[in-house]
């Protein structure tokens, strides 16, 4: 976007576009994001001084359209930086923050679910990239062809980050034993939800690897938290605020651990946009919250919960070895259907959102 004019006073900086709209600056803000090899380290672009270095009486001296974008001196220090135009118009401050749901999905996706070959994401950049914004749009994505090999799920994991490593070990195992520690290594089926919601800070992101499947059953089955959630704040707007103002107690106990944390079933950002869903029944600890908010709370958690378990909203995967799905932990709930008869066995770890989000941002940048 072209910048067509500029305006100031010493304290604020107007800048014209092309396409009509007009964005004011501070000149304290622009001093703190002043850019050059001065102000930014050159080659991880982090600041170089500190807000108290800076004068406290900053002002725009001067501001002139130039071939790189706009050229700014300061007083009283006579510091200069050229913004890009890109840069500001990125960064415009000086505007009605959209807010925007998120696109959601319910059953219908299993219909529409890119299937990823994993060879060539792990040998393509743009393939590579398409499955993660996958689960970056949709909070899910599946690979085929991943090796049915134990182990295998960390180095998936790899490709984008690192396997974020909790009191089930490196990796977990999803089979049946004599003496599980987690119902998930039973046969019985498990109704939907988040893990480790007991956990600060929560694993972003879950990898599960099907290595053997013969059993009757056992389909997974996996539900988009943010539908049900904006569902609920349209239909029910006093029962999403309860969720998402008050915080619940979580906790995980056995001989060797003991984890405990407090946090909203819906977490919404400053915008008001639901950021991430926690729900964990069988991890839910006993509510300690108000007398007078208990049954409001009681009940807006029982439609909630509802919500999350109706039919229209599952996608049911059966997962046959080699298929291994990545999933937002903050976002889509898992369960699975009970199985028996043969043999049924997946291998899981955790990771963390930020790795997959800076994976996809160099991805971008290496393709531009």
Not at 63 to 81: K, M, N, T, W, Y
Request: proline letters at 5%; glycine letters at 8%.
């Amino acid at each position: 976007m072209t910048i067509t004019g500029v305006d100031h006073t010493p304290e604020v900086l107007t800048v014209r576009w092309q396409d009509g709209a007009a964005t004011r600056f501070h000149a304290i803000w622009l001093r703190d994001n002043a850019q050059g090899a001065a102000f930014r380290h050159p080659g991880n672009d982090q600041r170089l001084f500190d807000l108290t270095e800076m004068p406290d009486d900053i002002e725009i001296a001067d501001a002139q359209i130039v071939a790189e974008g706009l050229e700014i001196r300061f007083a009283p220090d006579g510091a200069v930086s050229v913004f890009a135009a890109a840069y500001l118009r990125e960064h415009a401050y000086d505007r009605a923050p959209a807010t925007p749901d998120q696109p959601v999905w319910g059953a219908e996706l299993g219909r529409r679910l890119t299937r990823h070959a994993y060879d060539a994401v792990r040998d393509n950049p743009s393939a590579r990239k398409a499955w993660l914004d996958d689960v970056t749009t949709d909070g899910i994505a599946l690979l085929t062809g991943v090796p049915a090999v134990e182990g295998k799920v960390c180095e998936v994991a790899e490709l984008f980050g690192f396997v974020r490593e909790t009191n089930y070990g490196r990796l977990f195992e999803v089979r049946s034993e004599a003496q599980p520690i987690n119902l998930a290594y039973t046969p019985v089926g498990l109704n939907v939800h988040t893990d480790n919601p007991y956990r600060s800070p929560v694993p972003g992101l879950q990898l599960l690897h099907c290595l053997t499947n013969a059993a009757e059953g056992g389909d997974s089955v996996f539900v988009d938290g943010f539908r049900c959630a904006q569902k609920l704040r349209t239909e029910a707007p006093d029962a999403f605020a309860l969720l998402s103002r008050h915080r619940a107690p979580f906790r995980y106990r056995n001989a060797e651990t003991d984890l405990s944390n407090r946090t909203a079933y819906i977490e919404t950002d400053e915008t008001g946009r639901i950021a991430a869903i926690r729900y964990n029944n069988r991890s839910a600890a006993p509510l300690d919250l108000p007398f007078d908010v208990m049954g409001d709370f009681y009940a807006a958690l029982r439609r909630f919960s509802r919500a999350l378990h109706d039919p229209d909203g599952e996608m049911r995967l059966r997962l046959e070895p080699g298929d291994l799905v990545t999933f937002d932990n903050e976002r889509v709930l898992h369960g699975r259907t009970g199985f028996s008869g043969g043999a049924r066995h997946l291998q899981g770890c955790y990771a963390d959102k930020d790795s997959l989000h800076s994976m996809a941002a160099v991805l971008s940048r290496k393709s531009a």
